[in-house]
């Protein structure tokens, strides 16, 4: 299953979305959200306990997501798993056949619900890319040599908004220097900043051919909005979008907050801001296609 | 120096509530300046567990009790006392305590948690610099150590978490790898942060560590 990357390298404005495993076994809902995005976007991310809290594994839920015809982005996450289990895990999820990985090095233990349990990073997101890599060209991270290597397309994360900027970009070349080749951004809200990242990254990618998506957070309340720019680091929610927001009786909330996706949506591809868009609803997932409608995309 | 922190009395209590006779051993070094076993601290915890019914039989105060030959030498001094006691209470850190295990038949307690090894400020304030890793890599980061001093140990740069400048885990702290890249910057070695580093070698060091002449 290459959906995902073939959508990628035809060209196309390619659109993806998240599935966040529940914490526990009851799949009925994560099932219709699947069954519900499938036919709508080139590929569903799997979180892998996401926010350090423990959930249904991503590996599992990314074969269920090929398993009823769609593509999969398996997160792999490097707080959980030394340098033995990540691969294990990613010949196994090849396995499975998954093709699409993305690599990230982890939310710290402490912000989860295991504050007491070790954390592992015994590779992070730069490493991990590398591994990959070297899994697809044969080789263990060890330089053994495989029999028979992975064709995995290799994501990454970048977060446009962080502060200071200067150090994050710099990860950012190392991802791709390390071998990364499409891009899933943080939540970004304000469209002339995400623009002005855009440009400094079209630089950075010119002749590669890395694909950048904006990663996009549909807000569903002001306190939701208010809430990011206190809570959440490296995302930021400007005054405009918070007054657009606070403009709307309390039940009209959601409906105002996929009105500014579909905007955002439709303002990357008109202006050819980037590759495409990473549409995230936090187990909201049915609001999903109307967005994308919204936005002219289904 | 090992930075520790005295357990709560009541854990010290329940540890050596079937021994009567004590004898207390100090130190005169890191638990001293971080005030969980210099004499004062000795005294004082003797006294406490007199009033739940023990005996202090004696005490000493190593000037540093990792070092095995020292303690040996202090438990002969006080060997009458030793004589007479039940149970060793060790104010110091873990390895101070082990090296009163290496010196004396009785059971030996620890009335401490080691922290870190820690670079001391001013009075009690003490902050984890090293963690000795066993293979440095502070010539690559402007001498600022982010093996340590990030929560995740990340090596080639900021997660996503660095938050105006602070450490998404603990906001008291700085993200180290800010500090890291003003730091290069400063010395234009920009190059370095952009080198991307290979996993650490955990390897490079056998836990438990051991060292012996070549």
């Not at chain 2, 070092?67 to 060997?79: A, C, N, S, T």
Request: hydrophobic content about 35%; glycine content about 8%.
């Amino acid at each position: 299953m290459a959906a995902y990357r073939e959508a990628c390298e035809s060209g196309k404005f390619v659109v993806s979305g998240e599935i966040g495993p529940p914490k526990g076994t009851k799949v009925d809902n994560m099932l219709h959200h699947i069954d519900l995005l499938n036919p709508l976007v080139d590929a569903l991310n799997v979180t892998d306990n996401q926010s350090a809290v423990l959930r249904l594994g991503s590996m599992a839920v990314s074969h269920e997501v090929v398993t009823r015809g769609g593509d999969a982005i398996y997160q792999m996450t490097c707080r959980d798993r030394n340098r033995l289990a990540l691969q294990n895990d990613l010949l196994s999820a090849h396995f499975l056949g998954l093709r699409n990985v993305l690599a990230l090095t982890g939310d710290h233990v402490s912000v989860g619900d295991h504050k007491d349990a070790r954390e592992v990073y015994d590779f992070e997101s730069v490493q991990l890319i590398q591994c990959i890599k070297k899994l697809n060209e044969g080789f263990d991270w060890a330089g053994n040599e495989l029999e028979g290597s992975t064709d995995f397309f290799i994501g990454a994360v970048v977060t446009p908004e962080s502060d200071p900027i200067e150090p994050q970009k710099l990860k950012y070349e190392k991802k791709i220097a390390a071998g990364a080749q499409f891009f899933q951004t943080q939540a970004v809200y304000d469209m002339d900043n995400f623009q002005r990242f855009m440009e400094y990254s079209h630089g950075v990618t010119e002749g590669t051919d890395v694909k950048v998506m904006a990663g996009l957070v549909v807000l569903t309340s002001v306190g939701m909005a208010k809430y990011m720019n206190k809570f959440v680091p490296g995302v930021f929610v400007p005054d405009s979008l918070l007054e657009e927001m606070a403009s709307v009786p309390k039940e009209d909330a959601i409906k105002k907050g996929m009105e500014i996706c579909a905007r955002h949506i439709r303002f990357c591809i008109d202006n050819k801001v980037c590759d495409g868009v990473h549409v995230m609803a936090i187990g909201k997932e049915e609001i999903v296609p109307e967005i994308l409608q919204m936005a002219g995309l289904a | 120096m090992i930075i520790t922190k005295q357990k709560p009395v009541e854990d010290i209590a329940r540890m050596v509530e079937k021994h009567k006779n004590l004898f207390f051993v100090g130190c005169g070094q890191c638990s001293s300046q971080c005030q969980t076993g210099g004499e004062w601290e000795v005294e004082e915890l003797g006294r406490i567990l007199e009033e739940s019914g023990h005996k202090t039989v004696g005490s000493t105060v190593v000037y540093a009790p990792c070092h095995e030959l020292d303690v040996k030498r202090h438990f002969r001094k006080h060997k009458d006392q030793l004589a007479r006691a039940d149970a060793v209470l060790v104010l110091s850190c873990g390895a101070g305590v082990q090296s009163a295990v290496e010196a004396t038949d009785l059971p030996v307690y620890p009335t401490n948690d080691s922290l870190f090894l820690g670079n001391s400020q001013r009075h009690m304030h003490f902050e984890e610099k090293c963690s000795t890793c066993g293979e440095c890599v502070l010539e690559s980061t402007g001498g600022i150590c982010p093996v340590t001093r990030c929560p995740k140990g990340l090596l080639n740069g900021p997660c996503g978490g660095t938050n105006h400048g602070a450490c998404e885990v603990d906001s008291d702290k700085p993200c180290v790898w800010t500090l890291i890249y003003n730091r290069l910057e400063s010395l234009d070695e920009l190059d370095k942060f952009r080198e991307i580093q290979p996993p650490k070698n955990y390897n490079a060091i056998k836990r438990p560590g051991l060292v012996r002449p070549e």
